[in-house]
């Protein structure tokens, strides 16, 4: 099998650095975005997104030419789809319309020998929702469902989560291990042969289609529950009149602790998003999962109720929100509960709100045409707030320490100021 070309449908925040890594390894790659600013600003050799070593590698990438950005599915020998998967309704189904939107898009462009790789973290059995997607299009090929067993297919299809971390992305996706797992051997093959041009240093471990679905699901999971744990704690220790970075601190001192480090709730596509995905097609068994997630997505309530308390009696607070980001020095606000919390205050007319995001340059959506917000400094709101809020652990709010905000009233749920 030969695969000179490969398409990446999705340039976002994991479509891009994957289509810039397999490009810099020579590898013709052909974007698709349906988003035009991202278009034509990765044809321009720029980005879209924040992710450190990103924007070289896509500006060598397209003035060499085996990068570029299309609107539209372009023909290519794999295809592999980074798309969102949010859920949806109060019982948090998981919603595959980006998925499907995009296997019918690229469908009748596919050809024999194609292979078409599912990145998007799903609910367990989307890879073979996606073929069979892939095969209501095109009825004059053959996909891994609609052949015998040991037969080869026209098209393969595998499933590869992502397991990268923001903020280092370009590094991991080199390094990590990718668990591979085809509809059936073929692809599993084939896809393995794929992700080998570029994964240098990590491995890549053949399973099945389903166990690759559940493996990201189950890392994601396994972390949302420590964070639970940590998360829970922080609320405990408030009622009872403890530090919880010391305790922490002092438990982890035990040679088989190892506690994380509570926040404001929960964020990202991954961690706040994955769990659910188990519960849903498991309500009667996930119950530990099921909890995780209730307690973490609690805690930004709790905050906003802290912060509400501390202005109790002002007129018209100035409550500066420090980070909106879902986590520490990146750009990403997806299901950010620091921008929830923000936006939660802000519903409060009588608040004034000055959010502190040194990742971005305009007020995101949420926050858009509110009048009782405005996008501050940290120097302006060192002067001017009366609540400091801190809500994410930017390296720029490191260096504050109890003297620089003087006598203002500061609620830090990060540890940020030591």
């Known amino acids: ?176 291990d990718r668990i591979i797992g085809g509809m059936d051997a073929a692809s599993t093959e084939a896809a393995s042969q794929v992700y080998k041009m570029f994964v240098k240093k990590g491995e890549c471990i053949a399973t099945d289609a389903r166990t690759a679905e559940m493996s990201k699901l189950t890392e994601n999971a396994f972390r949302d529950v420590n964070i639970a744990f940590a998360n829970e704690l922080s609320l405990i220790c408030d009622k009872q009149g403890i530090n919880v970075w010391e305790l922490i601190s002092l438990a982890n001192r035990h040679p088989r602790v190892n506690i994380l480090q509570p926040g404001c709730g929960v964020g990202g596509h991954c961690i706040a998003v994955d769990p659910w995905f188990i519960v849903n097609q498991n309500p009667d068994a996930a119950k530990i999962i099921h909890q995780a997630r209730l307690i973490n997505d609690y805690k930004p309530h709790y905050v906003v109720e802290k912060v509400e308390r501390a202005v109790a009696g002002l007129a018209n607070p100035k409550i500066a929100c420090l980070g909106l980001a879902f986590k520490p020095d990146i750009d990403d606000l997806r299901e950010s509960p620091a921008l929830d919390i923000t936006k939660t205050l802000a519903n409060n007319s009588a608040y004034q709100i000055l959010a502190v995001e040194p990742n971005i340059e305009t007020l995101p959506l949420a926050l858009e045409n509110r009048n009782n917000v405005a996008l501050s400094t940290l120097s302006d709101v060192l002067q001017q707030a009366d609540v400091i809020v801190i809500l994410v652990k930017h390296k720029q709010f490191l260096g504050m320490t109890k003297h620089d905000t003087r006598s203002r009233k500061i609620l830090d749920f990060v540890n940020a100021i030591q």
């Open 1 to 176: 099998m030969n695969f000179n070309t490969v398409s990446v449908v999705g340039l976002g925040y994991i479509g891009l650095p994957t289509a810039a890594v397999i490009a810099s390894n020579g590898i013709r790659v052909v974007g698709v975005d349906v988003n035009q600013h991202a278009v034509d600003t990765i044809n321009q050799g720029k980005i879209h997104i924040v992710e450190p070593g990103l924007e070289e590698l896509v500006k060598q990438a397209v003035a060499d030419g085996h990068l570029s950005a299309h609107s539209t599915p372009q023909k290519a020998d794999a295809f592999l789809i980074a798309v969102p998967t949010p859920f949806k309704g109060e019982q948090h189904e998981p919603d595959l319309k980006y998925i499907e939107t995009a296997s019918r898009a690229l469908a009748p462009i596919l050809e024999k020998g194609n292979l078409v790789v599912l990145e998007s973290t799903s609910p367990v059995g989307a890879t073979e929702q996606m073929a069979k997607w892939l095969a209501e299009e095109r009825r004059d090929l053959t996909f891994p469902h609609t052949v015998a067993e040991g037969q080869i297919p026209d098209i393969f299809v595998a499933h590869c989560p992502e397991r990268v971390l923001p903020g280092q992305v370009i590094r991991e996706l080199v390094e990590n």
